[in-house]
Each structure stands twice: as structure tokens, then as C-alpha cells.
């Protein structure tokens, strides 16, 4: 099959047409994700919460999304995974509508519970392993990174440029359309609805493999002691990172520099786009240096640009260091999304997805409260320097666990 430059740049060759249905719903995610991300802690405090509800109604997003990714990966196997994608999309469509439409404290922890709302620049749902599980399968094993790669650069792109349309709001304000506080429930019940396009292309997709659905999983056999480890360690670093998400980054701006909601979104398209830009670059490097190293040597100097950040005396110098931490910070993705399916068999991919996608949502869900709290004694910035010191710890831990366990291209 020929292909064109563009397609090409949009697919490696070879890889599987369903690939372009998977990396057009990541996109249409990426853009819900992005806008909600910045949204969500402007929403809540002009309902009147303060920094420590908002943070434990992150944690709540991010525990419910882990519980879910988790029962996936253990009972994966027993599902076929069209009807897993099917739930996942109404759940997305009663989270956003959910939010639209109510406004008490307690009714919104349940939603953020059971519902998808990500607070994160990632994608920490329960759509990832599902996907990543059904991109893996599109691709050779030569081509997997440059494909998760694209997977990767396509969620942070187009997620920028949902960071940008945050702004939508009050600009909506301004120009006397809606209030702010209904422009805002307006772009949640948009986050709700897009569910819909979501499925639409998962139908598609199922249409369009000529073996009908999904070949039925099977639960982790070989690979669960490597995979397990993969998952402790990932947990770590999630961990870490769920002192820094994105709704609680753009609340410590608000707190200490008083940055407006449509500064946080420009703020936040360029962090974005570099991380995009980034991942143009990781399949080069991998092929190079190798995945594990990919993963650790890209992470390590973001992570200390990340302690760095609070010790900025202003708004110009934190914004520049918050800059070069995304240029780097992204990069171990889809190094890390390729690793995980190259050093488990075909049929464990759902399990291996599911069980090490967990802590992007479960152990992460624990830090955010703690980051709200720690920013309600004080606006320096604390969450930073514990993320990014917790995240130099992982970088080293793995790089001395797995450098020497190298997938089937690297041997």
C-alpha cells in the first residue's frame, strides 16, 4: 500500500487503517481534556470551594478513573472490547452533563468518582489502556514507538489547543453572550456530548476489521512478574505527578502570581505543543539510545526543572522554567507506552495496559488533596519541589531495575 507524505507523517507505513480512527478520537479527548483541565479549578472556586476541595475532588477524578482502568486490566479478558469502549463513552457523556447541570459539593465528588473528568495534561481515563491495547495491534513491532508516538503527539497537540479554548468563557462574558459561571457549564456539557463523536468512530472501527470485533484478551501469564514491577514503579511516579496536575498547576498560578484564566489556557497551549513537538523526536532517540534510556535521560533534567519552578521570584522566570520542563517531560510517553506491549505477549496486552495504566489514575489520586492542602498554608509552591523530587527518584530506580530487560527490536 502507498503512501502519501502526509499520510505517512499521520501513519507510519504498514500500520493498520484502524490506527486513524484510534488517533482521531484521542484527538477529540485531547481537545474536552484540555479546556476541562483549566477549567475545572476556575469552576469550583467561583462556586465558592477553596484550594483543599478542589483538590479532593481531584483526587476524586483521578481514584475513580483508576479504579475503573484497574478492573479493566483484571477483566479485560472476559469483555469483548467494543462493549468496554461503549461504557467508557457514556460514562464520559453523564460526566459532562453531570457537572453542567449540578452544583453541591457532594453530588459532584460522586460524579467525579464514577464519571471520566481529567485534571490532567495526560490522559489518565480509562480510555487509555483500551486504546493503547487496540494501537498495538495496528502496528508491527518496528513501527509500535513511531505509532504511540503519534498517539501521544496528537493528545498533547490538539489538547493545547483546548488549553486555549478555556478562554471561551470569558470571552463569552465580555461580549455579553452568556454569564461566565453558564459559559463554563456550557463547555462541560460540550465535554459530556463529544462522547458521542467518540463512539461513533469506535463503531467504525469495529466495522472496518475484516475479523469483526476484537479478539478476546487473556489475563497476564508469562510477563505478570515484569509487569507488576512496571506497575509499582509507575505508581511512584504518578504519584509524584499527581502533586503537579494540571487543574492544581493553574490554581498555584492563580494563587501566587494571580494569573488569569485566559493566561493559564496561553500558558498551557505552549507547554502542549512543546510536549508535542517532543514526541516527534522520541522514536529517533529510542532507536539510538534505546526505550528505558529514552524514558529516564529525557525525564530526569525536566524533573529538575520542575523543583526549580516555585524558587522563581516571577512570574516571567516560573513560566520560562515551566517551558523548558514540558519541552522534556513528555518525551518518555510513548517510549514507555511501546515498552509495556513490547515485553508482554499480544494476547496479555489488554491486562499489561490496564494493570500499568493504573497508577496514572489510582496513585496519583492520592497526591492531589495533599497538594491542595499544602497550598492552603502556603502559596510557594511545595507540590513542584515534591513532584519533581519524587520523580527523580523513579527515573533512577527504573533505569536500575530495566535497563538490561530490552524489547524483541532492541536484541
Not at 502496528?139 to 478562554?167: I, K, M
Not at 509552591?381 to 532492541?410: H, M, N, Q, S
Request: glycine content about 8%.
Amino acid at each position: 500500500m502507498s503512501h502519501s507524505p502526509l499520510r505517512s507523517w499521520w501513519l507510519p507505513p504498514g500500520t493498520h487503517p484502524d490506527a486513524s480512527l484510534i488517533l482521531t478520537s484521542r484527538g477529540i479527548r485531547a481537545f474536552t481534556d484540555g479546556y476541562v483541565a483549566l477549567l475545572l479549578p476556575y469552576y469550583l472556586t467561583l462556586l465558592g470551594y477553596d484550594a483543599f476541595q478542589v483538590g479532593v475532588l481531584t483526587t476524586a477524578t483521578l481514584l475513580g478513573s483508576g479504579a475503573l482502568t484497574l478492573l479493566v486490566g483484571v477483566f479485560a479478558y472476559r469483555f469483548r472490547l467494543h462493549a468496554l469502549l461503549t461504557t467508557a463513552c457514556l460514562l464520559m457523556l453523564g460526566t459532562g452533563l453531570g457537572f453542567a447541570a449540578i452544583t453541591d459539593f457532594w453530588p459532584l465528588l460522586l460524579i467525579a468518582v464514577i464519571g471520566t473528568l481529567n485534571p490532567s495534561s495526560g490522559d489518565v481515563s480509562v480510555f487509555l489502556p483500551l486504546e493503547q491495547s487496540l494501537l498495538s495491534h495496528a502496528a508491527a513491532s518496528e513501527q509500535r514507538t513511531a505509532v504511540f508516538a503519534r498517539y501521544s503527539l496528537v493528545g498533547n497537540l490538539v489538547g493545547a489547543l483546548g488549553a486555549l479554548a478555556a478562554a471561551a468563557p470569558g470571552l463569552l462574558a465580555q461580549w455579553g453572550v452568556l454569564e461566565i459561571k453558564s459559559a463554563m457549564q456550557a463547555m462541560f456539557a460540550a465535554y459530556g456530548l463529544s462522547s458521542l463523536a467518540v463512539l461513533a468512530l469506535y463503531r467504525r472501527l469495529a466495522s472496518a476489521r475484516a475479523r469483526g470485533d476484537e479478539t478476546r484478551a487473556a489475563p497476564l501469564g508469562p510477563s505478570k512478574g515484569i509487569v507488576y514491577r512496571l506497575a509499582a514503579l509507575f505508581s511512584l511516579d504518578a504519584f509524584a505527578g499527581g502533586f503537579a496536575v494540571q487543574s492544581l498547576l493553574a490554581l498555584w498560578l492563580f494563587l501566587r502570581f494571580d494569573l488569569s484564566l485566559e493566561a493559564a489556557g496561553t500558558l498551557f497551549f505552549w507547554t502542549g505543543v512543546l510536549a508535542a513537538a517532543s514526541f516527534l523526536a522520541a522514536p529517533a532517540i529510542a532507536r539510538r539510545i534505546g526505550l528505558v534510556n529514552t524514558m529516564v535521560f529525557t525525564h530526569l533534567p525536566a524533573n529538575v526543572f520542575c523543583v526549580l519552578v516555585p524558587f522563581m521570584p516571577s512570574l516571567p522566570l516560573a513560566v520560562l522554567f515551566l517551558l523548558l520542563r514540558a519541552t522534556l517531560s513528555s518525551m518518555d510517553v510513548p517510549a514507555r507506552s511501546s515498552y509495556v506491549m513490547a515485553v508482554v505477549s499480544p494476547a496479555e496486552r489488554p491486562a499489561a495496559a490496564g494493570i500499568t495504566a493504573v497508577p496514572r489514575s489510582l496513585a496519583a489520586a492520592v497526591s492531589p488533596a495533599f497538594a491542595g492542602y499544602l497550598l492552603t498554608l502556603s502559596s510557594f509552591g511545595w507540590p513542584l519541589v515534591i513532584c519533581g523530587a519524587l520523580k527523580i527518584v523513579y527515573d533512577l530506580t527504573l533505569l536500575g531495575l530495566f535497563r538490561k530487560i530490552r524489547p524483541p527490536e532492541e536484541r
